[in-house]
Structures are given as C-alpha cells and as structure tokens.
C-alpha cells in the first residue's frame, strides 16, 4: 500500500509509511540491495519494482509511490535523457518525489538534473544510510544530495581551474565549497544541514564564513560568483 500523503503537497504525513518505487533499469543485483535497505525499515516500503521504461510509468500510475528512485539506464535506450526521463515519470505520477541514481552527467549538468525536477541525488555506490537519509529528506520536502556527489563536483572543478596566486576560492574548505554549491542552487540552510548531515547552525557559520573569504554579501552576489568562476552552468539558476 502506498503512503498515505498530503494531496496539497504530495508529502507524506507524519507516521505514515513512505511508498518507494525502484526504476533502476535491468539490474537485479542492485535492485534487490535496494529493496533489502528500504525494506529494512518500519516507516517505508518498496510498493512497485519496474525495469523497462513503460513498465516503469505504468506502475508509477498504477503504484503512485512517494519516492521513485530512478536509473537512467531504462530510459537510455530509447534515446532519452535525464531531465527528459524525470519529466516523464513526474508526469506519469503528480506528486511524486525523484532520486535520479548515478546519472553518469558531466559535473555542470548535476544542476539540470535538479532543474528537471529531481529532488535526490545518489550514487551507486551509496551506503544503506545514504539511500535511507535520502528517501526521508526528499519525502519529507527536502533536496538531498550524495556527499560522494558533491564532492565529485568539487574535485572536477578544482582540477579544471588554474590556482591563482590570491584566488580566495582556494581558501574555502571542501566543506564550505560543498555548501556554496548547494546554496547557488537556491538551497536553504535547513535543506543543506539534510544533505550533508549537519545541524543548521553549522551551516549557517559555514556560509558566512565562506562568504566573508569570498567578499560576499548577499546571495545575488553569490549566484554572480558561482556562475562567473564556471561552478554552474547559468543556463540553469
């Protein structure tokens, strides 16, 4: 039985179980170590299973589960993208809660994803408490993004950019580059400390001490910075 949910919002309500669909795509293997985390809890369930595209939008109709989460490869078939692939089972089931799985996307199109209307991100490499945080911070409202995947935005970019002698991005901890990406996108504080697993109020002291290295003043001034120094694609903001 799926969830039941606020229909203003499509959240679940408190108490109630989290209806979990698996759209991996045709791996067993690595559905059945999903099934076996979400399972595993008493406040969630996996209410459909799919591995082909249109088995994968019939059961989100049919199955209307809370959080579906979705591989990339049962769409890549047919010639779709991600975004497009997010669009069609947000389409298929109003409400429901996306966690796009591993997308395999080039640093600077993790943002479009987001922009496509998915509010997880996860690796496959993710560790049952990863998968677990994830479904309750995006059934719950939240944005919840991969430590593994932020990270990974981090290195790519630090790599790709020549070091200035005086570049005060270079000055930022790799957790306060994790929050500045995050904070670009438009997340809150509360939705950061959910992703990262932190209190709120070490979000709050990390953005303002990244934004005092970086001669920030507000978050226009931020957005400016992330798009000037090439971290997200302005395309997408």
Same mark, same amino acid.
């Given at each position: 039985?799926?969830?039941a949910?606020?229909?203003?919002?499509?959240?679940?309500?408190?108490?109630?179980m989290v209806g979990v669909m698996?759209?991996?795509?045709?791996?067993?293997?690595l559905?059945?170590?999903?099934r076996?985390?979400v399972?595993?809890?008493?406040?969630?369930?996996?209410v459909?299973?799919?591995?082909s595209?249109q088995?994968i939008? &019939?059961?989100? /109709?049919s199955?209307?589960?809370?959080?579906?989460?979705l591989?990339?490869?049962a769409?890549a078939?047919?010639?779709?993208g991600v975004p497009?692939?997010?669009?069609?089972?947000r389409?298929?089931a109003?409400?429901?809660?996306v966690?796009?799985?591993?997308?395999?996307c &080039?640093?600077?199109q993790?943002?479009t994803?987001l922009?496509a209307?998915?509010?997880?991100?996860?690796?496959?490499?993710a560790?049952?408490?990863?998968?677990v &945080?994830?479904i309750?911070?995006v059934?719950?409202?939240?944005?919840?993004?991969?430590?593994a995947?932020?990270? /990974?935005?981090?290195?790519?970019?630090?790599r790709?950019?020549p070091?200035?002698?005086?570049d005060?991005y270079?000055?930022?901890t790799?957790r306060e580059?994790?929050?500045?990406?995050?904070?670009a996108?438009?997340h809150?504080?509360?939705?950061i400390a959910?992703?990262?697993?932190l209190?709120?109020q070490?979000?709050?002291?990390s953005?303002?001490s990244?934004?005092e290295k970086?001669?920030?003043?507000?978050?226009?001034?931020?957005?400016?910075y992330?798009v000037?120094?090439g971290?997200?694609?302005?395309?997408?903001?």
């Amino acid at each position: 039985m799926t969830a039941a949910r606020d229909q203003s919002s499509g959240v679940p309500r408190d108490g109630a179980m989290v209806g979990v669909m698996l759209a991996i795509g045709d791996f067993p293997m690595l559905s059945a170590a999903f099934r076996s985390v979400v399972d595993h809890e008493r406040d969630m369930a996996v209410v459909a299973e799919a591995r082909s595209r249109q088995a994968i939008l &019939a059961q989100a /109709r049919s199955a209307a589960p809370d959080v579906v989460i979705l591989g990339y490869e049962a769409f890549a078939a047919d010639g779709i993208g991600v975004p497009e692939a997010i669009d069609e089972v947000r389409a298929a089931a109003p409400g429901t809660r996306v966690i796009a799985l591993d997308c395999r996307c &080039a640093t600077d199109q993790f943002a479009t994803v987001l922009k496509a209307g998915a509010t997880g991100l996860l690796t496959r490499e993710a560790l049952a408490d990863d998968v677990v &945080a994830a479904i309750r911070a995006v059934s719950a409202g939240h944005t919840y993004v991969s430590p593994a995947i932020l990270t /990974r935005m981090v290195d790519t970019y630090v790599r790709r950019t020549p070091a200035a002698a005086d570049d005060p991005y270079e000055h930022l901890t790799d957790r306060e580059r994790q929050i500045l990406l995050l904070a670009a996108l438009g997340h809150t504080n509360r939705d950061i400390a959910r992703s990262l697993d932190l209190s709120e109020q070490a979000v709050h002291s990390s953005r303002a001490s990244l934004m005092e290295k970086l001669d920030l003043h507000d978050r226009v001034e931020l957005l400016r910075y992330t798009v000037r120094r090439g971290l997200l694609n302005p395309s997408v903001l």
